[in-house]
């Protein structure tokens, strides 16, 4: 039973509706070019809040198209303004809705960018400082919103997809986790992101 629990938490607190549109992979044209991977690799990101920043390092190794996504719509400016919009003490903070842009506290958790990304699973652990992709119940369905792992999250290896970790500013994550909550989890005060990719 408390293994159902468990699961159950993880369906409610991940799941968004999702839009059944083509998948990035297909969208974009195919697999990524070793050239492509290889400026993945040199990418970083800094994730900035009101608590101070958070610098992402990317797993293009492990999660190729995740990685393209990510950087593709922060360079867009698509996560700018947006917020954490839920909040697990001991579990996650999650992120990049586009639909926290707008007042409706309702459609929090639902939005996307309009596509999907293909799962990427690995055996990669869900640790303190990991950065996966949130998906509803179907396995391809990730499309921007992310978590950020601030504890042992291990039940969560190889179902969703990890896309890189922070190399600095876990304390920032640790800060808004930290934040009153309601009963859906959504911190009572704004926490806005702005992400760049370096």
Not at 110 to 115: A, S
Not at 122 to 136: D, F, P, Y
């Amino acid at each position: 039973m408390r293994g159902f629990v468990r699961v159950l938490a993880v369906v409610l607190f991940f799941g968004f509706v999702a839009v059944f549109t083509p998948a990035l992979s297909q969208a974009e044209g195919g697999k990524i070019t070793a050239k492509e991977l290889k400026a993945l690799g040199k990418a970083t990101a800094i994730i900035e809040t009101k608590f101070g920043n958070m610098q992402v390092r990317f797993y293009p190794d492990k999660a190729p198209n995740h990685v393209k996504n990510f950087i593709k719509l922060a360079k867009e400016g698509f996560y700018d303004g947006t917020i954490f919009h839920r909040v697990i003490p001991g579990f996650v903070i999650q992120g990049g809705d586009p639909n926290t842009k707008g007042a409706n506290t309702a459609t929090y958790g639902m939005g996307g960018p309009g596509y999907m990304v293909d799962a990427e699973f690995t055996n990669t652990r869900h640790k303190k400082g990991i950065l996966s992709m949130a998906r509803s119940n179907d396995p391809n369905s990730a499309g921007s919103q992310f978590f950020i792992v601030v504890g042992d999250a291990s039940f969560l290896d190889g179902k969703y997809t990890v896309f890189g970790d922070l190399i600095s500013g876990i304390e920032v994550a640790e800060s808004i986790v930290a934040l009153p909550r309601d009963s859906r989890d959504m911190p009572r005060e704004r926490v806005e992101m702005k992400v760049i990719i370096k």
